[in-house]
Each structure stands twice: as C-alpha cells, then as structure tokens.
C-alpha cells in the first residue's frame, strides 16, 4: 500500500465483544496515531462490538448472510458497504467469516489470529493450543489471504500456557497481549504504510 492519507481511514469488522476494536479506538483518540476508524461493520446484530462503536460515535453496518440469497450476495452487499467509507484498510478484528478474493482483491485486509500461524489456525485457536499441550502459545497479525489464517505474517506475540490455564484464561492472556500487537501494528501501518511481496511484509510505502 503506498502511504496512506494522514489520518489512514481504517473500516474494522467485528463479531464478538470488540475489544481489540475498543483497543483501536482507544488508541485512535490520539491523533498522532495517525488512524481514523470511519465505520464499523459486522455480520450480527446485538453484539457488543457495534455498541463500542456506538458510544464512540462510530457509524455502523450490519450484513447478515441469511439475509443473502447466498455467501456471494452478501460478500458483495458486504464490500459495497465497506467501499462506501473510502478505507485505506480493513481490519478483522474477531469477525468470524471468510471475506471473498474480490473483497482482498479491493481492499488491504488485516486479521488477528489467536494463535502462533502456522499452529492451530481456525475458530479454536487457544482451544486446540491447550489440548496439544503446547506451552507457549500466542497471537498472529497477517494479511488475510484466500486461506483460513494463512496471510504473509506482519507480527507475532508470545504467551506462555500455564499448568492451570483452561481455554477461557487463556484466551484471555492472548487477547490481552493481542490488543497491544494490533494497535501497534495498525498504528505503524497507517502511519508508514506497509509493501507485501509473497510472504515478506515491510513497513513502508
Ligand atoms: C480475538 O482473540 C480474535 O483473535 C479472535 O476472537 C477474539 C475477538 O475478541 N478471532 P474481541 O471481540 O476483539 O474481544
């Protein structure tokens, strides 16, 4: 991506509680972050992500699939909204779908994976971390490919898995770690820009 306007406009995508989301708004209050979160959007209603974004008077969408005749009317619904903000990029954060290679295609997409890539990819990150026995773990900031968590890699962070840890404390000594790698990460994105070739990723225009 070459430098992006001051400050980057970033769209995040939500399905959860939207922490990370409120670690990036957070961080956005400050304008030598250089980031403006111009909309949030997610794939249900109801959901404490989009009341983050509510309270910080964010503007907000929601695309449901079912109410798509099928997964390409929605993606399509779903990218015309996303291009309607003018995003210099768009950050996943905790949005449980796969977004098309047309939607890629338009769009600098970043997601954060609750887990050290390429161990563990999918919905149950920690879950499968602690059931292998591993005993560092982690979380992984990538460029979302066409793959399920398989983007070239921007960052990684380490957790350790303790003896007692169940699936809930460890996810959540991933996320806090998490939160920290995104904002940082997104951060220096929107202020540097960044250039992927093949699975390196630099800073930068
Ligand atoms: C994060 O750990 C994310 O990596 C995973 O789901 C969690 C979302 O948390 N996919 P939140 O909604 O940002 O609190």
Known sequence: MSKPRTPARAVVLVSGS??????????SADESYGL??????ADR?????LARADRAG???????V???????????????AVEGFEPDLVV????????SPAFLERFLTVNTHPALSPSFPGMHGPADALAYGVKV????????????????IIDQVVVRVEPDDDVETLHERIKVAERAMLVDNVGRIAREG???????VRFGA
């Open 18 to 27: 939207g922490t990370n989301l409120q670690a990036l708004i957070d961080a």
């Open 36 to 41: 403006q979160i111009v909309a949030v959007g």
């Open 45 to 49: 209603d109801g959901i404490e992500g």
């Open 58 to 64: 964010i503007p907000t969408f929601v695309k449901q």
């Open 66 to 80: 079912k109410h798509f005749a099928d997964r390409d009317a929605w993606d399509t619904s779903l990218r015309r």
């Open 92 to 99: 996943l954060a905790g949005f449980m779908k796969l977004v």
């Open 137 to 152: 773990t982690g979380a992984t900031l990538f460029v979302v490919d066409a793959g399920v968590d398989t983007g070239a």
């Open 194 to 200: 960044i250039s992927v070739t093949g699975r390196d």
